[in-house]
């Protein structure tokens, strides 16, 4: 069958996919974008809650992980959070700022897909979809895609088909077997923005607490989050758990703070002048549950006064520095983002375009940058979609 011919094929209808693909097409291109689910941009329409918090206004290179680090410089520098709340303006959808930076749509996510799929429109993008890719070769300096629907030959693909958590809406491994395929090094990929799991003992402590919820700081792997923790059935989650899980390297204890700002110890220790059960002290501070169960897992439910000024330094320091050592993550059809991905070292960060395969993109989250919780995973989508659609 003779192929179908254009200059750019895009692989992934999600954020990054139809931004590149909108970009390429305004720029003249003739573009075919394929998308093998059912719906295009299913993650952006879960996402925020279902208001998608789209970007955030103080994205920087600081608030991405990569084993290259400054690799994101480039696109984000290039394509920023102001360009994208312009476009969102350009579409009349109203938004707001949260807290920290995060914009959120004041209605439905759905208006952001609404907004790349007419943008597409306006590049003219020719789309299949539901459509599987059954394989892709590289001859003659072009790529031919095929496809059920017949082959598509281009001097330009990109790859945008995201990362690997909530396999039911899409996810798959096809873009890090595309990168192996061209001999390109993948890091490997690990759930990441990612509720924790308690291991046994812990959980029979605290496993009763869950919907408890505690402004907390929690350290990790260098990095330290104040922001709510929220108590589970199964272990930790909220946003100070979620962003901390992205730098747990699966051994270390997590240290949290569950008083931070707080000179506990001077708080007991000046407790100890008063009548009250120690919990019922630190219930005016934490949540009366979380006060009760700390105290019964350290054997210390009883007056202050009765403990030793030693004891309630140590309870005072182990309120400011609770270890848990979690037994795993909630995995990919809990996890937000994958940490891991095409090595960047292979990529041109101006371009996102293989250095050893000419025309060959990737962009979005399928590449090694993951972004903080907070709208900096879809501004890496827009700004990595953006590079490559400007290039192609
Ligand atoms: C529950 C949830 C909430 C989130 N909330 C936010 C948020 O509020 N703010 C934020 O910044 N980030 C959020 N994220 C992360 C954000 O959704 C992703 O980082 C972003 O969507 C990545 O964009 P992408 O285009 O690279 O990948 P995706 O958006 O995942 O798109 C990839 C596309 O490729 C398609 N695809 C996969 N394999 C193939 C194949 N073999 N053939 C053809 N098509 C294929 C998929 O079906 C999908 O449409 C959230 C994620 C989740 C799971």
């Not at 992980?65 to 984000?76: K, Y």
């Not at 909220?238 to 506990?264: E, K, M």
Request: hydrophobic share 45%; glycine share 12%; aromatic share 8%.
């Amino acid at each position: 069958m003779n192929a179908h011919a254009v200059d750019v094929v895009v692989i992934g209808a999600g954020a990054a996919g139809m931004m590149c693909a909108a970009i390429a097409g305004q720029r003249g291109r003739r573009v075919l974008l394929i998308e093998h689910h059912h719906a295009v941009g299913e993650k952006i329409r879960i996402s925020g809650g279902g208001r998608c918090n789209f970007t955030n206004v103080n994205a920087g290179p600081a608030n991405y992980l990569s084993q290259n680090p400054d690799f994101c410089r480039s696109a984000l520098a290039r394509y920023t959070p102001r360009d994208f709340i312009a476009l969102v303006d350009r579409h009349r959808i109203a938004w707001h700022e949260k807290k920290l930076g995060q914009l959120f749509c004041d209605g439905s996510a759905t208006a952001i897909v609404d907004l790349l799929r007419a943008e597409c429109e306006r590049g003219r993008v020719e789309w299949r979809q539901p459509c599987p890719v059954d394989g892709v070769t590289h001859e003659g300096g072009a790529f031919v895609v095929a496809t059920p629907q017949g082959p598509v030959r281009a001097p330009s693909l990109v790859v945008a088909t995201g990362g690997l958590s909530v396999p039911k809406i899409g996810a798959t491994p096809f873009g890090y077997r595309l990168a192996a395929q061209f001999g390109l090094p993948v890091v490997p990929p690990r759930p990441a923005l990612v509720p924790l799991a308690f291991a046994p003992d812990v959980l029979a402590r605290f496993g009763d607490l869950a919907g408890v919820s505690l402004d907390a700081e929690v350290a990790c792997g260098g990095a330290r989050f104040r922001e709510h923790l929220l108590l589970t059935h199964r272990g930790l989650s909220g946003p100070a758990i979620l962003q901390v899980s992205s730098y747990w390297d699966g051994r270390s204890p997590l240290s949290i703070d569950t008083l931070p700002g707080v000179d506990a110890a001077a708080w007991l220790v000046a407790g100890r002048g008063g009548p009250a059960q120690l919990h019922n002290l630190l219930a005016t501070r934490l949540p009366r549950r979380f006060a009760q169960a700390w105290c019964d897992a350290h054997d210390v439910a009883r007056p202050v006064r009765e403990l030793p000024e030693r004891r309630v330094r140590e309870i005072a320091a182990g309120l400011h520095r609770w270890q848990v050592l979690p037994s795993g993550t909630l995995g990919w059809n809990k996890a937000e983002v994958t940490l891991g991905g095409v090595d960047t070292r292979s990529l041109s960060s101006k371009t996102l375009m293989a250095n050893a395969v000419r025309g060959l993109h990737f962009v979005g989250e399928v590449v090694d940058v993951t972004g903080w919780l907070g709208g900096y995973n879809f501004q890496w989508a827009w700004a990595s979609g953006h590079a490559a659609g400007t290039a192609v």
